[in-house]
Structures are given as C-alpha cells and as structure tokens.
Nanobody
C-alpha cells in the first residue's frame, strides 16, 4: 500500500504565502508525476500544478506566476509554494501521484487533503 500525506495547510491572509508538502511512502519503485489538485466548496476538483520526475510542469492558469511546484525525488516528496494568495484559492488541496509500486504495478494515489483558507 502506498500513502500520500499532505501538510502545511492553514489560515492565511490575502497576499500571504504558504507552503504545502506531500510525502509518498510505502512500497514504491518509482514516481512519475506528482501534483496538487484543489476542491472548493460546491466546485469540481481541479488541477493546480503537476510535475514529472523529468522536470516538466503544468499549472492552472489561475495560479501561474504565484504558485511553484517542486519535487525532491530522493524523498518522494512534492511541494507547492503558494505566494500572493487570494481568497479564491481557498480550498482543500489534495496531493496526487502516478507511480510504479514495488510489485511493478502502476498506481494513482491520492492524499487525504489539507485545507487552505485565505481570508480577505
């Protein structure tokens, strides 16, 4: 079994910064892509940012220039640095990973979510 554990969420004022982290653990052979999704109340879950092991990145238009995704492949950890936060960034943020398990199986795994609240 593979687990993703997010941390770093909390309450921050508009214009502030927050850094989320997500650590993957368990029977992992390799991780290809890791990323962050978010879901606000009454809205669909959306991709925020993703990064492959090779360094390719993908950002939602709404966060470009404000958020930065990074990975520490040796630690199986992905980070999301969030700057210039806006109230509309308020959501539960979920970590996601596409990986190959130690048994050679491809898995898509989700974390439990961490709440980010941006006050105005």
């Amino acid at each position: 079994q593979v687990q993703l554990v997010e941390s770093g969420g909390g309450l921050v004022q508009a214009g502030g910064s927050l850094r989320l982290s997500c650590a993957a653990s368990g029977n992992i052979f390799s991780i290809n892509a890791m990323g962050w999704y978010r879901q606000a109340p009454g809205k669909q879950r959306e991709l925020v940012a993703a990064k492959t092991s090779g360094g390719s990145t993908n950002y939602a238009d709404s966060v470009k220039g404000r958020f930065t995704i990074s990975r520490d492949n040796a630690k199986n950890t992905v980070y999301l640095q969030m700057n210039s936060l806006k109230p509309e960034d308020t959501a539960v943020y979920y970590c996601n990973a596409g990986l190959v398990s130690g048994f050679g199986r491809y898995l898509e795994v989700w974390g439990q979510g961490t709440l980010v609240t941006v006050s105005s």
